[in-house]
C-alpha cells in the first residue's frame, strides 16, 4: 500500500523546473513571485527550494500540477530567462 501511494506521488510529478543557475543575476524576482519555491543564497543567487544540484550547476525539482502555475510566473518573471519548465510525459520544453 506504501509503495503503492509512493508510484501515485511521484507520478504526479508532471513538470520539472530547471534552473540554468551559473547565469542567474540574482535579482530576487523568482523569490519574490514564488517564494515557497525559490529562495535567495548567500552569493547573490537564488535556489530552488528542495532541489537537486547537478553536476553542472544546474539545479532541477519535479513538481506536482498544481505547483506548475506559480513556478510558471517566476519563469516569466526572469529577466535573462534562466528558469525553465519542462513537461516530463510529453517532453515538452514549455518555457
Ligand atoms: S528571476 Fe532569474 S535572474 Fe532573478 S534571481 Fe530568479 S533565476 Fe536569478
Given amino acids: 500500500m506504501a509503495e503503492e501511494t509512493q508510484t ?3 507520478s504526479a510529478r508532471k513538470y ?4 540554468d543557475r551559473p547565469n542567474c543575476i540574482g535579482c ?5 513571485v514564488a517564494p515557497d519555491f525559490w529562495v535567495m543564497s548567500e552569493d547573490g ?13 544546474w539545479e532541477e525539482l519535479d513538481i506536482e500540477e498544481k ?3 506559480v513556478n510558471r510566473e517566476s519563469a516569466d518573471s ?8 519542462k513537461n516530463k510525459e510529453t517532453g515538452e520544453k514549455i518555457i
Fill in 67 to 69: 505547483d506548475y502555475q
Fill in 28 to 32: 530576487a524576482a523568482c523569490a519574490a
Fill in 78 to 85: 526572469c529577466p535573462v530567462n534562466v528558469i525553465h519548465i
Fill in 45 to 57: 543567487k537564488s535556489d530552488i527550494v528542495g532541489c537537486r544540484k547537478r553536476d553542472d550547476e
Fill in 8 to 10: 501515485v506521488q511521484e
Fill in 16 to 19: 520539472r523546473i530547471e534552473h
